[in-house]
């Protein structure tokens, strides 16, 4: 048969799926920044500034758990079923923070709702990459992940509207619905993985459905090995001689891009307030970062597809680093939202471009594994930046997260400026045009 051409078009059913996974996902991870002061404000509850953060660093530890499964299994178990898999887990564990009467359930449930997130994002990521025409992998990863920022402002938006007059917990519950909008979509019309499908030895599948979108059909080397040792061997070849020094780089940015997107989710509601502005203000900066990270990822991937996503992302990290110094100032409101706004657009695209460039990295056979690690690892530092803005809030030191952002945003640029020193010399050349390998 005659296969459609591979562009936007043929993707687009695949990226509006995966959007709209990655949109709960978002409204999810960014739901108790947003309802973050109501709680502490609840005496029923009893969490402290302390005790907020710990339970921030037990979501993106769950993250890091999910990540690292999923990235894992994904090209033994198919990913349709994880994608399933992961909603539902992360809908139910907002289901448990909703009707949590303590500080440790409600962790516990967050604990629940990160396993199912952190196996989300690289399954998505993973499936656009699969599906994107060809140099056209960082647009339409930037395009996914605007999604995750639409949800943070769903999700700011109901901490302004719900939580004051129904309270927090009817937040949560919003956060349970994913499960009955999104699953039911994704069982009857997501198609899976060509390369997986081949990898089961389901050659008939995998031609059909890389002739209905238009790819090429995939070969066996392009295909995931498949057994325990078709999975060890994939996280083997992330330290070929050609990705060996520039994995644990990657690793490393990942670090310090998710402590900035995970730190400023979760406190920059609680920094913004101890900096002086009132609640409804300080509510709103989540809803304006969110905001400009859209415009950002817009901007980043376009850029990205022309001069390579290293060279953004490093770029990206620096601008982020000079925002959050801006924000540690006592500017007019006006002007402050400025600064929200910029930083906004450029500091969860640096992350984003992160993951963009393993795309460039990265063999087809190896991608799902090294994007799934990259998230994996870099969720250590989702732990550390809600454990970190904990412990200065409770310190007394909150607009000290700024300058501890900053420092994340310089570590996170440097890793980046490395990679294409540390990548073998086809590989190199490839991060280097923005090209696959």
């Not at 396993?115 to 990521?125: K, Q, T, V, W, Y």
């Not at 004051?164 to 994913?178: D, E, K, M, Q």
């Amino acid at each position: 048969m005659t296969s459609p051409p591979h562009t936007f078009r043929t993707v687009f059913p695949v990226l509006a799926l995966c959007w709209l996974a990655v949109f709960f996902d978002g409204m999810d991870v960014n739901i108790y920044g947003a309802v973050m002061p109501h709680m502490l404000d609840d005496p029923g509850l009893g969490l402290t500034p302390a005790s907020a953060g710990t339970i921030g660093s037990w979501t993106t530890f769950g993250m890091l758990i999910g990540a690292l499964v999923a990235g894992n299994v994904t090209d033994w178990l198919g990913r349709r079923p994880l994608l399933v898999a992961s909603i539902t887990l992360f809908s139910f564990g907002s289901a448990l923070c909703a009707l949590a009467a303590s500080p440790a359930s409600f962790g516990a449930g967050r604990f629940v709702a990160g396993l199912g997130l952190g196996g989300l994002m690289p399954l998505c990521l993973a499936m656009v990459m699969e599906f994107a025409p060809p140099r056209r992998a960082a647009l339409t990863t930037g395009l996914l992940m605007t999604s995750y920022h639409a949800g943070g402002m769903a999700a700011t938006g109901l901490g302004l509207t719900v939580a004051p007059s129904a309270g927090w917990r009817w937040v949560f519950w919003a956060g349970a619905l994913p499960a009955v909008v999104a699953v039911p979509l994704l069982l009857k019309l997501l198609p899976e993985s060509p390369g997986v499908l081949l990898a089961r030895g389901d050659r008939g599948r995998a031609d059909a459905v890389a002739d209905r979108y238009g790819l090429p059909r995939p070969t066996p080397v392009e295909a995931p090995a498949a057994g325990a040792r078709g999975r060890l061997d994939a996280v083997r070849a992330l330290f070929a001689p050609g990705s060996r020094w520039a994995t644990p780089l990657l690793w490393l940015a990942s670090f310090s891009g998710l402590l900035l997107v995970y730190g400023v989710s979760t406190w920059l509601p609680q920094m913004m307030r101890a900096n002086g502005y009132d609640l409804g203000s300080s509510v709103s900066f989540l809803l304006v970062i969110n905001a400009g990270g859209i415009v950002g990822l817009l901007i980043a991937g376009r850029t990205a597809d022309r001069f390579g996503a290293v060279r953004v992302s490093a770029i990206w990290f620096v601008l982020t680093a000079a925002g959050a110094l801006l924000l540690k100032s006592q500017l007019p409101l006006g002007w402050t939202y400025v600064v929200v706004a910029c930083t906004g657009v450029v500091l969860f695209s640096a992350q984003v471009m992160v993951y963009a460039a393993t795309n460039t990295l990265y063999r087809d056979s190896e991608r799902a594994a090294g994007l799934g690690w990259v998230a994996g690892v870099g969720r250590t530092g989702a732990v550390f930046g809600p454990w970190l803005g904990g412990v200065l809030a409770a310190s007394g030191h909150d607009t000290w997260g700024f300058t501890a952002f900053a420092l994340a945003g310089l570590l996170g640029a440097a890793a980046m400026v490395c990679v294409p020193l540390a990548a073998g010399a086809t590989r190199q050349r490839a991060v280097a045009k923005g090209s696959p390998v």
